[in-house]
Each structure stands twice: as structure tokens, then as C-alpha cells.
């Protein structure tokens, strides 16, 4: 069998599996060339193996910063073989030819994780290796470019059954090449540049697993994380219960994010994306009983998230309804015990808090950009005659926390530190107002809104359901008439010039 790939570089950080692939290529007689470190190793297991500086002519420099970036590498992998004129040139100038590159990159994913000072993080942006790999890439018809270890079983075997490896497969492990660096060069942009809104939007996400499908089940999903390694749904451990899908993921980050608005304990219930039941409590098994009132109904079959370990005693409760997920910093061994009787709930402790700064919208051919909704409110004026006492300012604030992460339009009644009515996602603002007042049933003191009244009609309802207090960001043209509203019911209203819309 005439074997075609005749030529082989070799410049790895990451070594498993290579010596076993270098072997298969010295057995078909592949001239092997290799730089450095994967030099060294390939020799201390018995390969025959030419080091790079042999090839170029020209010693490594700079601290191995410069190794490859040279006309006899290049050339070899760029000349087009179906080209009489490129062949003429490189036999003229003694370039051989090089028919495969094997190379990835220094771990510069990994390191930006880490703590390190600027310039040393900067020593793992690799040069050369993306240079080799997009070379052999664009060349790809001639050139056999590998970058993912789980791909040197197929090679071997397509060289094994015809001595070649075939043109869609090349086309393929191209593609990939150009997938990695196009992301390794935006983890680096992401790295360096100060500007909160650069002209090209770089993002660079890893693949974490095929989901078993989308929103629905006829739609296809995948998970991808930052390779940053910031954020919560980066850094969580998975406990018990079958395989996360694109539903929990989506209402876990909001799941957490609504409980760690509060420096106390608390608990969040979540249904579709939406807080059905919040609470606060001197333990997590009272803010759990607190928040599960709010919603008997809609908190079953949804998300819990606690900002706190969980105990045995709140796990007990948990475990009386069917939930998909329980999120905590931890759980008592206990606790652990009791949840992980319901074999397909999902158990997941994360340590981290949410660390999003941006937050990202796709629209059909484009992408929707802004900061994170960090800012809670820039002033609490009392805009009434009557003033809310400071349980119902505790109340009020606690309620326009929840009403951050509730769909506008989003109107939240609480008591106590406990959010007994939730009107979500409502087109006119009356609508949520009533959706939240009659869902509490006349237990609530205060009303919150993620927006400003355009009438006084909120103000009315919330009068007829005994409401004492409202909190809500102000700026309509018809403050007035819901002041005046306020002031006719003994209502006290504060406004605090920052809304919340969650769309």
C-alpha cells in the first residue's frame, strides 16, 4: 500500500496519546519532525523523531518564543501540490514538503483562570502553533491538520484501509482548526482589551455536552460554558439525578441569582423562567416553607434554589413535591441523604455566586449587548404624606429585589420577608397588579414594581387589598395622579429613579 502522507510535525502541549500516534506514523514510515518538550518525550519513548532546528537551519530563540515561524515550515505546509509552480519553487529553495501537523496549543484557557500576574499570563498566548495550524488548515486538501487527540484513532484507521486520509475528513479537522483558534484568539481579546463594548463581539464558549433537546423536544440544544471559567452555571457540582436539560439550566441561573440579591438566608421557588415563591428566614428550612406558600401550585415540578447550606429538615419538606432542582452552596450529609432518595432529582452544589457583567440577546442576524442589571436604586424618596414604617421599607426593598428577576410587566406583593403574590409577564401593568394581589389573598403590606405606574389604577387596586406601602421607580408624566391616590388611601410611596425591566 503506497502511504501519501510521507511528512509529519509534531508540537504538542498536551502529550496524551501522541507517543502511541507517533509510533503508528514511524511504522508507515512518516518522517517525523518535533519541537522542544514533545521532542524530548517522543525520544524517551524510542520514537525516531528530527527536531525542528535540524529542518530550519536556525536555532530556537527568545526564549522558545521562535521556533517554527520559518520559511522551511511554512512553505512546506502551504505549498500547493496540484501547483507546478509552488513545487518548482520549494525544490528550488530545498522546502520538503509537510503533509501532517499535529499540534495544540499552550493552555492559555486554563492559565486565565488562574491568579496570576498579567505578563505571566500573557507567556501562554501561543504564537506558533495557531500559525502552523492555520497554515496546514488553509492548505487543508494537501495537508492533514489534527488538534483534538480523539481523532488519531480515525486517522489511523483511514491510513490503515487506503494509505490516505479522505477529503472530507481533512475538510472537517480544518474546520475544527479554525473553530479553536478562532476562540483561543477571543479568549485573549476578552483578556486584554479594557472596552466594555469593542467593535467585534469575540466570545469564546466550550462545549460541555449535547443536551437531550431545546426549550421543546423537536429542538436540538448544547451546553457551552465561558472558557474564562467565571460564573455560577461554570463552576457547579452535580450530586444526584438524571441529566441536566436546556429548561433546568436556563431557570437554575435565575433560580440563584434572585436568592443571592439577599445578604440574609433565602429561598427561591421558580417556575418558566419566573419566581413563584421567595422568602427570607432566621433558617433555610423556614425561608423553604415561607417561599413554598407563596405558590403552593406553580412551585411544583420547578427549581429551588437556597443561599444557604440546606439541613436535613428543609430537605424533608423538599422531598414531599416533585421539584427538578435543588441549588445550595451545600447540603448537610443528612440533608444529601434525604434529596438523593428522589433518584431523578437534581442535587447541585455551587459555591459561586453570580458573576455575570453582561448579559447577551440573539436576535435574527444579530446580537443584543448590555450591562447586567447591578444597579438596584439610586435614591428612596418618600414621595407621600404617609411614610412606611421600617418593616415596610424592609418589606418594599425586599419585594423590588424579587421584582428584578420577575417578566415585565412584574408586579410583587410580600410581608415579612416573604413575596405572597407574584404578577409576571403580563402585558399592562393592572393585570400583573391583579395577578399578584389576588394570589395573596389579602396577605400582603406592600406592593413593588419593576416600573413606573402610567395611571393611577395600580394605586386603586392595591388600596381595595389593604396595601400600605409601594415601591416603584417613578418618572411618568402622571406621578401625580398616583401620588394623589396614594395620599386619598393612606398608601405611603417611595420611588427610587431605577427601573427593572425583564423581558
Not at 520538503?96 to 488562574?114: A, G, R, S, T
Not at 444526584?240 to 435565575?254: A, V
Not at 389604577?457 to 400600605?468: L, N, S
Request: glycine share 6%.
Amino acid at each position: 500500500m503506497l502511504f501519501l502522507i510521507k511528512r509529519a510535525l509534531i508540537s504538542v502541549f498536551e502529550k496524551e496519546g501522541i507517543a502511541e500516534f507517533a509510533k503508528f506514523l514511524e511504522e508507515k514510515n512518516v518522517e517525523i519532525i518535533s519541537t522542544g518538550g514533545t521532542y524530548k518525550h517522543l525520544k524517551e519513548n524510542g520514537i525516531k523523531v528530527t527536531e525542528v532546528n535540524e529542518v530550519t537551519g536556525f536555532p530556537e530563540i527568545l526564549d522558545g518564543r521562535v521556533k517554527t515561524l520559518h520559511p522551511f515550515i511554512h512553505g512546506g505546509l502551504l505549498a500547493i501540490r496540484a501547483e507546478e509552480e509552488h513545487m518548482k519553487k520549494i525544490e528550488e529553495l530545498n522546502i520538503k514538503p509537510i503533509d501532517m501537523v499535529i499540534v495544540n496549543l499552550y493552555p492559555f484557557f486554563e492559565k486565565v483562570k488562574e491568579d496570576l500576574e498579567f505578563q505571566e499570563t500573557v507567556e501562554f498566548i501561543d504564537i506558533g502553533g495557531p500559525t502552523m495550524l492555520r497554515s496546514a488548515a488553509k492548505n487543508f486538501q494537501d495537508v492533514v491538520v489534527l488538534t483534538d487527540p480523539m481523532d488519531y484513532e480515525d486517522i489511523m484507521n483511514q491510513m490503515n484501509e487506503s494509505g490516505d486520509v479522505d477529503y472530507s475528513t481533512k475538510k472537517k479537522l480544518a474546520g475544527k482548526v479554525f473553530n479553536l483558534t478562532s476562540a483561543y484568539d477571543a479568549a485573549i481579546s476578552n483578556f486584554m482589551l479594557e472596552e466594555e463594548y469593542p467593535k467585534y463581539l469575540s466570545l469564546s464558549y466550550e462545549k460541555v455536552e449535547d443536551l437531550r433537546y431545546g426549550e421543546n423536544s423537536h429542538q436540538t440544544a448544547a451546553y457551552y460554558t465561558a472558557t474564562s471559567g467565571i460564573g455560577a452555571m461554570n463552576n457547579f457540582e452535580q450530586l444526584n439525578g438524571k441529566q441536566l436539560s436546556y429548561n433546568n439550566i436556563k431557570d437554575m441561573d435565575i433560580a440563584w441569582k434572585t436568592v443571592w440579591e439577599f445578604d440574609e438566608i433565602a429561598v427561591c421557588g421558580l417556575k418558566h423562567n419566573t419566581p413563584c415563591g421567595v422568602a427570607l428566614g432566621k433558617t433555610v428550612d423556614e425561608a423553604y416553607s415561607k417561599a413554598y406558600s407563596c405558590d403552593p401550585v406553580s412551585i411544583f415540578g420547578g427549581v429551588v434554589a437556597c443561599n444557604t447550606k440546606v439541613n436535613k429538615a428543609a430537605a424533608e419538606e423538599m422531598i414531599k413535591i416533585f421539584l427538578e432542582i435543588v441549588i445550595a452552596p451545600d447540603f448537610d450529609e443528612e440533608a444529601l441523604e434525604v434529596l438523593c432518595t428522589k433518584k431523578n432529582l437534581r442535587v447541585i452544589k455551587c459555591e459561586v455566586k453570580p458573576e455575570d457583567t453582561h448579559n447577551l440577546a440573539r436576535v435574527d442576524g444579530g446580537m443584543l449587548v448590555m450591562s447586567e442589571d447591578n444597579e438596584f436604586a439610586s435614591k428612596y424618596e418618600v414621595v407621600t404624606e404617609a411614610k412606611p414604617s421600617q418593616q415596610e421599607m424592609d418589606d418594599m426593598i425586599f419585594a423590588m429585589k424579587v421584582c428584578k428577576y420577575v417578566k415585565s410587566n412584574a408586579i410583587v406583593v410580600a410581608k415579612d420577608g416573604m413575596a405572597t403574590g407574584v404578577g409576571a409577564g403580563q402585558v399592562n401593568r393592572i393585570w400583573a397588579a391583579q395577578e399578584a394581589l389576588e394570589r395573596a389573598k389579602g396577605n400582603a403590606t406592600v406592593m413593588a414594581s419593576d416600573a413606573f405606574f402610567p395611571f393611577n389604577d395600580v394605586v386603586e387596586e392595591a388600596a381595595k387589598y389593604g396595601i400600605k406601602a409601594i415601591i416603584q421607580p417613578g418618572g411618568s408624566m402622571r406621578d401625580n395622579d398616583s401620588i394623589e391616590a396614594c395620599n386619598n388611601n393612606g398608601i405611603s410611596m417611595v420611588m427610587t429613579g431605577i427601573r427593572h425591566f425583564k423581558h
